[in-house]
């Protein structure tokens, strides 16, 4: 993603409007990622205002955290890319050298100053067969960690949001039963451990999938998610074609066109991207219920250090 340069972004004003519009409609959880969100120079101001109105979380791979603590603490949950106790293995994976240790000084520092600060691994090849004992290591410090699967784009439309990486041989699953059996053990771990932050539906999905290879699961886009870009570009997901920006948003809200959209997106197969999978499955008001019960002891974490989130909390299980 960094190596998509593009200067033009909207501005601290127009942030704003959009995140009015986002409350307006009914926006619940917002998701601040990138490149680094943590770059852009208003990102304190962003982040305090974007707390009033929902469950927040920033992305960042460990380089601007620390710099950036006081404006995190107005964050709901700072998540840190981490993908190998081996900070060779680490460093290969991100691109950059030194990156672990970079990223594991900013989780510990972040952690010590009570900011809600988690890890999240992409789950890939070259690292599936240590996720259990990388869970481990962080749980057992009372860190969160919570996964991406390693996945790519396949050819899409020209004008999507971004582009997500190429194949590549070094991270693509094909141990389906190790796989299985990853999710198999974190279910376990997770009547021992209160910090692995997946649901058992999700982990039953994704299994499931490996194993099978059939996919249980109709894509939610644009019912339960939906991206915007760093120029308020709007679509259900990054892999399609923007269809309006987050300032005429309201004008589609509750249409036809919406709905035609939602159908659109309903009957595409194109990827297994941890984060639309999980927004896809979990979003009746049972499942939520099913979210918030499985993370009660997380939440209660956030809740007791922000009072204002426990309306937040509410919400996502009536959002629906």
Same mark, same amino acid.
């Given at each position: 993603?960094?190596?998509? /340069? *593009?200067?033009?972004?909207?501005?601290?004003?127009?942030?704003? #409007?959009?995140?009015?519009?986002?409350?307006?409609?009914?926006?619940?959880?917002?998701?601040?990622?990138?490149?680094?969100?943590?770059? $852009?120079?208003?990102?304190?101001?962003?982040? !305090?205002?974007?707390?009033?109105? %929902?469950?927040?979380?920033?992305?960042?791979?460990?380089? +601007?955290?620390?710099?950036?603590?006081?404006?995190?603490?107005?964050?709901?949950?700072?998540?840190?890319?981490? *993908?190998?106790?081996?900070?060779?293995?680490? *460093?290969?994976?991100?691109?950059?050298?030194?990156?672990?240790?970079?990223?594991?000084?900013?989780?510990?520092?972040?952690?010590?100053?009570?900011?809600?600060?988690?890890?999240?691994?992409?789950?890939?090849? @070259?690292?599936?067969?240590?996720?259990? *004992? %990388?869970?481990?290591?962080?749980?057992? &410090?009372?860190?969160?960690?919570?996964?991406?699967?390693?996945?790519?784009?396949?050819?899409?439309?020209?004008?999507?949001?971004?582009?997500?990486?190429?194949?590549?041989?070094?991270?693509?699953?094909?141990?389906?039963?190790?796989?299985? &059996?990853?999710?198999?053990?974190?279910?376990? +771990? #997770?009547?021992?451990?209160?910090?692995?932050?997946?649901?058992?539906?999700?982990? #039953?999905?994704?299994?499931?999938?490996?194993?099978?290879?059939?996919?249980?699961?109709?894509? $939610?886009?644009?019912?339960? @998610? %939906?991206?915007?870009? !760093?120029?308020?570009?709007?679509?259900?997901?990054?892999? !399609?074609?923007?269809?309006?920006?987050? %300032?005429?948003?309201?004008?589609?809200?509750?249409? /036809?066109?919406?709905?035609?959209?939602?159908? /659109?997106?309903?009957?595409?197969?194109?990827?297994?991207? +941890?984060?639309?999978?999980?927004?896809?499955?979990?979003?009746?008001?049972?499942?939520?219920?099913?979210?918030? /019960?499985?993370?009660? &002891?997380?939440?209660?974490?956030?809740? $007791?250090?922000?009072?204002?989130?426990?309306?937040?909390?509410?919400? $996502?299980?009536?959002?629906?």
């Amino acid at each position: 993603m960094w190596r998509q /340069q *593009d200067k033009n972004e909207l501005s601290t004003e127009d942030v704003k #409007k959009g995140l009015r519009i986002l409350r307006d409609v009914g926006v619940v959880d917002l998701v601040l990622s990138g490149g680094n969100p943590l770059l $852009r120079e208003d990102i304190d101001e962003i982040l !305090h205002y974007a707390s009033d109105f %929902f469950i927040t979380t920033i992305y960042d791979n460990g380089s +601007m955290a620390v710099q950036k603590m006081d404006a995190l603490h107005d964050a709901d949950l700072v998540a840190i890319s981490i *993908d190998s106790l081996d900070p060779k293995k680490n *460093d290969f994976v991100r691109g950059i050298k030194g990156a672990w240790r970079t990223a594991m000084h900013a989780v510990e520092v972040l952690h010590n100053e009570g900011i809600s600060v988690g890890v999240t691994p992409t789950v890939s090849q @070259f690292n599936l067969n240590e996720m259990i *004992d %990388f869970t481990k290591y962080f749980v057992e &410090k009372e860190i969160p960690v919570w996964y991406s699967l390693y996945s790519y784009d396949s050819p899409s439309e020209e004008n999507n949001l971004f582009k997500i990486g190429k194949k590549d041989d070094h991270f693509t699953i094909v141990d389906r039963e190790a796989m299985a &059996k990853f999710c198999d053990s974190l279910m376990e +771990m #997770k009547k021992k451990y209160s910090n692995i932050l997946i649901t058992n539906k999700l982990l #039953k999905t994704i299994k499931n999938f490996y194993l099978t290879g059939e996919r249980p699961w109709e894509c $939610r886009a644009f019912h339960n @998610f %939906f991206m915007i870009d !760093h120029v308020g570009r709007v679509a259900g997901c990054h892999l !399609h074609d923007p269809t309006t920006t987050i %300032f005429d948003l309201p004008m589609i809200w509750d249409t /036809q066109e919406l709905k035609d959209l939602q159908e /659109q997106y309903s009957k595409c197969k194109r990827c297994t991207y +941890m984060c639309y999978i999980f927004y896809s499955i979990q979003g009746s008001v049972l499942s939520n219920i099913q979210v918030v /019960q499985e993370q009660w &002891k997380n939440a209660k974490l956030i809740l $007791r250090k922000r009072p204002t989130a426990q309306l937040r909390w509410e919400q $996502r299980v009536m959002a629906y």
